[in-house]
């Protein structure tokens, strides 16, 4: 009976991991004062929508959008839209294998950033 309880708990757990990460994607883009921002899950991949203005050219942007989303612990394939005027302009998509490889790059990059800015 015990493992039957702790293997539901355990299933429980993985499910709820899963149906967070539209959310931290959502909270993310938010932090990072993106507008118009909509996230879907289907299957294994996150489309996120959302618009830069806030930031000087949308380029800028949306390199600051990906720097932070592939820094999602288990974060899957990544869809970003990005939207001007509400208008999907630009669709990136980043392999979930793809973000496996490159967050080790991301986080000495990071610290390297920090340390000199």
């Given at each position: 009976m015990k493992r039957i309880v702790s293997a539901?708990?355990?299933?429980?757990?993985?499910?709820?991991?899963?149906?967070?990460?539209?959310?931290?994607v959502s909270e993310t883009l938010k932090?990072?004062?993106?507008?118009?921002?909509?996230?879907?899950?289907?299957?294994?991949?996150?489309t996120a929508a959302f618009e830069t203005s806030a930031y000087r050219g949308i380029y800028n942007g949306i390199g600051i959008a990906i720097r932070h989303l592939v820094a999602i612990p288990e974060i899957p394939t990544l869809q970003l839209l990005i939207l001007d005027n509400a208008l999907p302009q630009l669709c990136i998509t980043i392999p979930a294998e793809l973000i496996q490889n490159i967050k080790p790059v991301n986080v000495r990059w990071m610290k390297c950033i920090a340390r000199w800015g």
């Open positions: 539901t708990a355990v299933f429980l757990c993985g499910i709820s991991l899963l149906q967070a990460q539209p959310v931290r932090e990072l004062d993106m507008e118009n921002i909509s996230v879907v899950e289907k299957r294994d991949t996150i």
